[in-house]
C-alpha cells in the first residue's frame, strides 16, 4: 500500500472491528432500560435522536468502555493488518518492531526491544487520551443539558454515520464477494470488471496444502475455544458462590493479554518456551492462543451470565435438587445460547490469530491466517481468495451452529 | 387546555381490539382516572395517547389536544407528559441536572433556570439537593423529582402509570395530594391510571373504566 496516512488501514480496521463493537454494545443495552428511557425523554420534547445521544449513550459508553480499549490497543498493535493494508514506507510501529525482531542481523534486536517498549508506552497514552478527550466531550455535553437545548443539531452528524454504517457494512461483504470470486478465478486482469476465465483449479490444486493448514488452524481453535469456554464457566461459577471479590481487579487482569501489544510481549514468551523446549509444539500454540481466546469469551459471557435471574437455581436447590444437577440442568441450559455464541467467538479469535501461531508455532504449527497473509503479500490472488475464503467460513459455520441449536433444542421440547 | 378522547381504541396486528372506545373531555385542572382489570390495556391507553406504543399495536380513534388531533403527531411534538411506575431518573445525571433537562427550553438564561430548578426542589421539599446522586435518593424522593422533572417540561397534559404504586400508603397520599395541588397551579388536565378506588375517589375527576372488547 502507498498511501501515507494509512487509510486503507484505518478502513480495513473499521470494517473488521465494526461487529465486534455492534455485537457487545448489543449486549451491554439490554442492561439499560432503552425503550422507556427514550419514550420518556420525547415525552419532554426531545426529538429521538438528541434522546439517543443525551441519554442513552452516556449510560452505554461505561459499559463498552473495555471493549473499546481493546480496538483501539488491536489497531495499535495489529502486524498481518498492517502488512496487508498499512502504508510500506515508514510502515506502522509494530510492523517494524516485528521486522526488526525477525531480521537476520542480530543486533536489530535491540531497537527491536526498544520499539516494543515505545509501542507499550504509545498505547497507554493513546488510551489515556481517549479518556480524556471522552470525559471532556461528556463534561461539554452536561452544560448543554442544563440549557435544555432540545433542537436537531445532531441531524447532519447522526445522518452521517446512519449511512457510514451500512456503508461500511456494504464494503466488508463486497469484500468477502471479491475473495470468492478469485478462488474461482483462471485469470482476471485489472481492466476487466469480472474474470475472463474462471476455474476450480485452485481448489483443487490446493488439496494436498489447505488440508493441514486447516486441520492446524481447526484443532487450535476448538481446543482453545473449548478450554476457554470451560475456564469462563468455572471462574464465573466460582464468583457466584464465593462472592463477587476483587471482580473488577481480576477482570482486568483477564483483559491484560488484549491490552499490550502482542509483538512486545510474544517475543518474551517465545524465548521462555525456547529455554523450555516447547516451541513449536501444538498443545504451546494452543496454550498462546488461550491468552487470547479466554478474554474475549468471558467478555462476550459475563454479561449474559450476571443477568441471569438468580432466583431461578435458588428456587431449583429450594425444590430439592442437588446442587451440581441444578447448575447443568437450569443454569447453563438457560444459558444455552450465551453460552455457544461465546464458544463461537472464541473459535472466529483463534482463527484470526497472526502472531501467537507464527512466533510460538515456529513454523511447525501451521494455520490458515499464515497462509493467507503470506500469500497477500505475494502476487496470486487466486489463492488468496481460497484460503481467505476458508478463513472466513470456519467463524461463520461456528456462529451459524451457534444460532441454530437453541432453536433446534426448542423445537424439540 | 383540554384532553379530548374520540372512540379511542388500541388494535392488536390481528385487529382485535384491546377494550372497548373510549369518549372523554378532561378539563384543565382537572384529574381523570383510568381503571380496569388488571391486563385490560390501562398502561397501553396511555401509550396511545402519549405516542410511545410499540408497533405491535395501532389507534384507532382520536386524540385531540386543545381540539387538535395529535393521534398521530410524533412524540416529541406532542407535549404530552408522561410519569411511568418506575421514577426512571437519569443514573448518569445529578438529580439537579436531571429537572434541568426536563425544563423546558422556553425558559432561558442560566440564572433563570436554576432559579426555576431550585424552586421545583422547593416544592418538592428537596431543597439542596441539587448535586444528589439520584442513586442516593429513597423511592419517594425519586418519585418527587421525577414528577417535578416532568411538569418543569411546561408539558399541556400529564399521563401517569400508577406512578406511586410502589410506595407505602402513607406516602402514596402525600404524593397524591402534592399532584393534585400541581395540576391546578399549573393549571393542565391529568390521566391517572390506576387500581385503588380511594385514589379515583381523591381526584373527584372524571372516570373512564376500561371494559375488555
Known amino acids: 500500500m502507498q498511501d501515507l496516512w494509512g487509510l486503507s488501514l484505518t478502513l480495513g480496521l473499521i470494517i473488521k472491528e465494526l461487529p465486534f463493537l455492534w455485537l457487545v454494545s448489543l449486549v451491554a443495552l439490554k442492561q439499560i432500560d432503552v425503550s422507556r428511557q427514550l419514550n420518556l425523554t420525547q415525552s419532554m420534547g426531545y426529538s429521538h435522536t438528541a434522546a439517543w445521544c443525551k441519554i442513552i449513550v452516556p449510560q452505554l459508553y461505561p459499559l463498552i468502555r473495555l471493549p473499546v480499549f481493546v480496538v483501539l490497543v488491536y489497531a495499535l498493535s495489529t502486524v498481518d493488518m498492517a502488512q ?31 520499539a516494543s517498549v515505545l509501542l507499550g508506552v504509545l498505547i497507554a497514552a493513546s488510551v489515556l487520551l481517549w479518556e480524556v478527550v471522552v470525559r471532556t466531550v461528556m463534561f461539554t455535553s452536561k452544560v448543554m443539558i442544563r440549557s435544555g437545548d432540545r433542537t436537531g443539531k445532531y441531524s447532519l452528524f447522526t445522518g452521517v454515520l446512519t449511512t457510514a454504517l451500512p456503508i461500511t457494512v456494504m464494503l466488508g461483504l463486497l469484500s468477502l464477494l471479491v475473495l470468492a470470486l478469485w478462488s474461482i478465478t483462471w485469470r482476471w486482469s485489472f481492466p476487466d470488471a469480472l474474470p475472463t476465465s474462471w476455474s476450480y483449479n485452485n481448489w483443487l490444486q490446493l488439496i494436498t496444502h489447505v488440508p493441514l493448514a486447516l486441520q492446524h488452524s481447526l484443532i487450535v481453535a476448538l481446543i482453545s475455544s473449548g478450554l476457554a469456554l470451560t475456564l469462563a464457566i468455572a471462574w464465573l ?46 498443545m504451546t500454540v494452543i496454550w498462546a492462543h488461550l491468552l487470547f481466546v479466554f478474554p474475549y469469551t468471558i467478555l462476550s459471557l459475563v454479561d449474559s451470565w450476571r443477568a441471569l435471574d438468580k432466583r431461578y437455581v435458588q428456587v431449583a436447590t429450594s425444590l430439592g435438587r442437588s446442587s451440581w444437577s441444578c447448575f447443568w440442568r437450569i443454569k447453563l441450559s438457560l444459558l444455552l445460547r450465551p453460552l455457544l455464541l461465546a464458544w463461537a467467538i472464541g473459535i472466529a479469535v483463534s482463527i484470526s490469530q497472526y502472531l501467537p501461531t507464527l512466533m510460538i508455532g515456529a513454523g511447525r504449527v501451521e494455520s490458515l491466517t499464515i497462509e493467507a497473509v503470506s500469500l497477500a503479500s505475494g502476487a496470486d490472488r487466486r489463492l488468496v481468495g481460497v484460503y481467505g475464503l476458508l478463513q472466513a467460513l470456519v467463524p461463520l459455520l461456528a456462529y451459524s451452529f451457534a444460532l441454530l441449536l437453541p432453536r433446534l433444542v426448542a423445537l424439540k421440547k | 387546555m383540554s384532553l379530548e378522547l374520540r372512540s379511542l381504541s388500541v388494535t392488536t396486528s390481528t385487529h382485535m381490539s384491546l377494550f372497548t372506545p373510549v369518549d372523554i373531555v378532561i378539563a384543565s385542572e382537572e384529574v ?5 382489570p388488571s391486563g385490560v390495556g390501562k398502561s397501553t391507553l396511555l401509550n396511545a395517547i402519549g405516542g410511545h406504543l410499540s408497533t405491535h399495536f395501532s389507534v384507532t380513534g382520536e386524540v385531540l389536544l386543545n381540539g387538535q388531533k395529535v393521534t398521530h403527531k410524533p412524540v416529541a411534538e406532542r407535549q404530552i407528559g408522561i410519569l411511568f411506575q418506575d421514577p426512571l431518573l437519569f443514573p448518569h445525571l445529578t438529580v439537579g441536572d436531571n429537572l434541568a433537562f426536563g425544563l423546558s427550553s422556553n425558559v432561558i438564561g442560566s440564572k433563570n433556570r436554576r432559579a426555576q430548578i431550585e424552586q421545583a426542589l422547593e416544592q ?3 431543597q439542596n439537593f441539587y448535586h444528589r446522586n439520584p ?9 418527587r423529582v421525577a414528577l417535578m422533572r416532568a411538569l418543569l417540561a411546561q408539558p399541556q397534559v400529564l399521563l401517569l402509570d400508577e406512578p406511586f404504586s410502589k410506595l407505602d400508603l402513607e406516602l ?10 400541581q395540576a391546578k397551579q399549573r393549571n393542565i388536565p391529568m390521566l391517572l391510571a390506576t387500581h385503588e ?17
Request: include cysteine.
Open chain 2, 135 to 143: 442513586a442516593t435518593l429513597s423511592g419517594g424522593q425519586q418519585s
Open chain 2, 172 to 181: 402514596r397520599h402525600t404524593m397524591r395530594e402534592f399532584l393534585f395541588a
Open chain 2, 197 to 213: 378506588p380511594a385514589e379515583a375517589q381523591a381526584a373527584n375527576g372524571p372516570l373512564v373504566i376500561l371494559m375488555p372488547a
Open chain 2, 32 to 36: 381523570a382516572c383510568v381503571m380496569g
Open chain 1, 84 to 114: 496487508l493494508l498499512g502504508p510500506n514506507n515508514p510502515p506502522t510501529l509494530a510492523l517494524a518492531t516485528m521486522r526488526w525482531y525477525n531480521d537476520t542481523n542480530v543486533q536489530l534486536l535491540l531497537p527491536a526491544s526498544a
Open chain 2, 124 to 126: 418538592a421539599q428537596l
Open chain 1, 237 to 282: 461459577e466460582v464468583q457466584d458462590r464465593f462472592g463477587g471479590h476483587f471482580y473488577k481487579i481480576t477482570l482486568w487482569f483477564i483483559y491484560l493479554p488484549l491490552l499490550v501489544p502482542q509483538i512486545a510481549f510474544l517475543y518474551g514468551l517465545k524465548v521462555g518456551f525456547l529455554r523450555l523446549g516447547l516451541n513449536g509444539s501444538i
